[in-house]
């Protein structure tokens, strides 16, 4: 039950499952909110930076006022305020003008946008460190099933024989009807899609491990595989050509007969998503190195690898070896991601540097991940990477501004300009300038809002 549904007649029973802080939603703004409170490993430089950069200040404001009073003072003439005056001025400047605040403010503000940049972009970043690493991925690994491709099956060729393609959907869709198999739902979903009407079959049987039988419209129909066909001595011989070139691509053909003649095969397999080829070409011409990692055969594997143009295929991984072969990749000193939608991806989500989850997978995927795509788009994979290169460089910006107003600052106000000018830096201008140092680090943080990453954009290739 959704919002906006409709009772159309009668009446609805219905029980909330989840409430309040148990809801997505509501599950969605805490991981945000998570994230946004928690440090990047950057993070850590800076205040490791700030730790030493604090007492440096500090000494190099008893040092100005030490050499204003006992030397300084005495070697210009006609000076603008007694001696003690003076030097404490030189000495309240330099404090104020050194105040690490814009350090301390670098890091937070970039990360608090540039999470929130991604949840507008359905990317939920768990961490700040998530959201760094993302950017360094070297190799980025994906399960094949439910995150490559779409994890069920769909109709990929028609082959009649004798008829139209609409007729032979019109059979194969009307003996499926009412079948909870998948690859008979990939079947009727077909025939729905191209509008084709359906009817309802008598005399249904079903033959575990060959296929089905049923009478259509008068006559007798079979729909299986060739052991189906051979049973009922129906001839395959003259079409094998074309039943191995559906098979040798790694699909399921299935067979049609109407009274003992085979009109028509179809083709049935998991496809990839629209959008996966797009993002491996991507990924690849940022040079990150791409890796299938799947519990299915071998053949399967490579004929979707072929599709999307993935060099690098480790099939027939048992779950439990799954992480163990991202440790492999990590063990070659690469920073690896893995991208994944099922139970059996968790621990290697978890062992990955950077844990990528299809929002759309199974919830102990999603919980273990670090970076969870909402919209089951491979594209994000690519915007997230993107994000975080943006954002680490929205950090580095900040952090050489913040520290280049205080390198900068400290020797005006220590008095580096008086002999030249014969005016000290005011606190009051040291205090502005001071704080117009947070002010550009946070506008610069702010700015990444106007940021859309690259393969998000408009016409883009
Ligand atoms: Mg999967």
Same mark, same amino acid.
């Given at each position: 039950m959704i919002g906006g549904s409709i009772n159309k007649n009668g009446l609805l029973k219905v029980r909330a499952t989840r409430i309040g802080q148990d809801t997505a939603l509501a599950q969605i703004v805490r991981l945000v909110e998570e994230a946004q409170g928690s440090k990047a490993p950057v993070q850590r430089l800076a205040d490791r930076v700030a730790a030493v950069f604090v007492p440096a200040v500090i000494i190099i404001a008893i040092a100005t006022f030490l050499f204003w009073y006992l030397v300084g003072f005495d070697l210009? @003439?006609?000076?603008?305020?007694?001696r003690f005056i003076f030097s404490l001025t030189a000495f309240i400047s330099v404090l104020v003008i050194a105040c690490p605040c814009a350090l301390g403010l670098a890091t937070p503000t970039a990360i608090m946008v540039g999470t929130g940049k991604g949840a507008e972009n359905g990317i939920l970043i768990k961490n700040g460190e998530a959201l760094e690493r993302a950017g360094n991925v070297q190799v980025i690994v994906f399960d094949k099933?439910?995150?490559?491709?779409?994890?069920e099956p769909d109709v990929t060729d028609l082959m009649p024989i004798d008829g139209s393609e609409n007729e032979l959907l019109f059979l194969a869709a009307s003996i499926e009807k @009412?079948?909870?198999h998948p690859l008979a739902k990939a079947i009727v979903r077909r025939a729905e899609h191209m509008k084709v009407d359906i009817e309802s079959p008598i005399d249904f049987q079903n033959l575990p491990g060959r296929g089905v039988k049923a009478t259509v419209g008068g006559s007798i129909v079979l729909l299986g595989n060739r052991t189906l066909m051979n049973e009922s001595k129906i001839a395959t011989d003259a079409h094998e050509a074309d039943i191995q070139s559906i098979e040798e691509k790694g699909r399921t053909a299935m067979l049609l007969a109407k009274d003992s003649r085979l009109i028509g095969i179809i083709g049935v397999a998991d496809v990839v998503k629209p959008t996966s080829a797009e993002a491996i070409a991507e990924l690849k011409r940022m040079n990150i190195e791409v890796v299938m990692l799947t519990g299915d055969n071998r053949r399967t594997a490579a004929v979707i690898a072929k599709e999307l143009g993935i060099d690098r295929v480790l099939a027939e991984v048992l779950p439990e070896d799954k992480a163990k072969e991202i440790a492999k990749l990590q063990t070659e000193g690469k920073v690896v991601a893995m991208v994944g939608d099922g139970i059996n991806d968790a621990p290697a989500l978890v062992k990955a540097d950077v844990g990528i989850a299809i929002g759309s997978g199974t919830d102990v995927a999603i919980e273990s991940g670090s970076i969870v795509l909402?919209?089951?788009?491979?594209k994000d994979v690519v915007a997230a990477i993107q994000l975080s290169k943006r954002t680490m460089r929205k950090i580095r910006q900040n952090l050489f501004w913040a520290f280049g107003y205080n390198t900068a600052g400290i020797p005006l106000a220590a008095g580096l300009i008086f002999p030249f000018f014969n005016v000290l830096l005011p606190p009051i201008i040291a205090a502005g300038a001071m704080a117009l140092s947070s002010v550009s680090v946070v506008s610069n943080a702010a700015l990444l809002k106007r940021y859309t990453p690259e393969i998000k954009r408009e016409g883009k290739r």
């Open positions: 210009f @003439g006609n000076m603008p305020a007694p099933t439910g995150t490559l491709t779409k994890g @009412g079948s909870e909402i919209k089951n788009d491979l």
